[in-house]
Nanobody
C-alpha cells in the first residue's frame, strides 16, 4: 500500500504565505514525480506545480514567481512554498505522485486526500 499525507493548509490573508507538505509512505521502490494540484469550487482540478526526482520543475503560469516546489528524496516528501497569496489561490490542494512500488515493480499514480487553503482579501 502507498499513502500520501498532506499537511500545512489553512487560512491566511492576501499577501501572506503558507507551506504545504506531502509525505509518501508504504511499499515504495522509487518516486519519479510529485506534484500539487488544486480545485476551487465549481472549477476543474488544475496543475499547480510538479517536480521530478531529479529536480526538474513545472509551474502553472498563475503561480510562477510566487510558489516554489521542492522535494526531499530521502523523506519521500514534496513541499509547496506559497508566497504572496491571492484570494484566487483559494482551493483544495491535492498532492499527486508517480510512484514505483516494490512489488510489483510497476509505476502507479496516487492522490492525497486534499488540504484546504483559504486566502481572504
Amino acid at each position: 500500500q502507498v499513502q500520501l499525507v498532506e499537511s500545512g493548509g489553512g487560512q491566511v490573508q492576501a499577501g501572506g504565505s503558507l507551506k504545504l507538505s506531502c509525505a509518501a509512505s508504504g511499499t515504495i521502490f522509487s518516486i519519479n514525480r510529485m506534484g500539487w494540484y488544486r480545485q476551487a469550487p465549481g472549477k476543474r482540478r488544475e496543475l499547480v506545480a510538479s517536480i521530478t526526482s531529479g529536480g526538474s520543475t513545472n509551474y502553472a503560469d498563475s503561480v510562477k514567481g510566487r510558489f516554489t516546489i521542492s522535494i526531499d528524496n530521502t523523506k519521500n516528501t514534496v513541499y509547496l512554498q506559497m508566497n504572496s497569496l491571492k484570494p484566487e489561490d483559494t482551493a483544495v490542494y491535492y498532492c499527486n505522485a508517480d510512484i514505483v512500488r516494490t512489488l510489483p515493480r510497476l509505476q502507479y499514480n496516487y492522490w492525497g486526500q486534499g488540504t484546504q487553503v483559504t486566502v481572504s482579501s
